[in-house]
């Protein structure tokens, strides 16, 4: 299976629509100087969703070695309106995640 089919199945599972790739973006985030995040996010059309007429989706490495690698999706829906928002959004998401495990 192509990591771009991976996706789209991945895409079809979660958010119950069916997939198109566009294109591919690279993105690089960069906070107070330190790179956080440096990737391509893979743009869909989506057919099928109430909601959201795209979708971004990537895959990255985890610390897990049950499950070494984490595909990640994002739905095209205000304030996510490109793939630099889409990662944004994830990055804020898994830092709050963080913090509130690391308070209990």
Excluded: C
Aim: hydrophobic share 35%; glycine share 4%; net charge positive.
């Amino acid at each position: 299976m192509t990591y771009i089919k991976e996706l789209e199945d991945v895409i079809r599972k979660l958010h119950g629509a069916k997939a198109r790739h566009v294109k591919s973006v690279p993105v690089k985030e960069v906070f107070q100087g330190q790179t956080v995040w440096d990737g391509t996010v893979e743009v869909f059309n989506l057919k099928g969703h109430p909601k959201a007429k795209k979708a971004y989706a990537w895959t990255h490495d985890t610390d897990d070695p049950l499950r070494p690698k984490q595909q990640v999706t994002v739905l095209h829906i205000p304030p996510v309106t490109s793939p630099e928002l889409a990662v944004r959004a994830v990055i804020v998401k898994e830092y709050r995640e963080r913090e509130q495990r690391e308070e209990n």
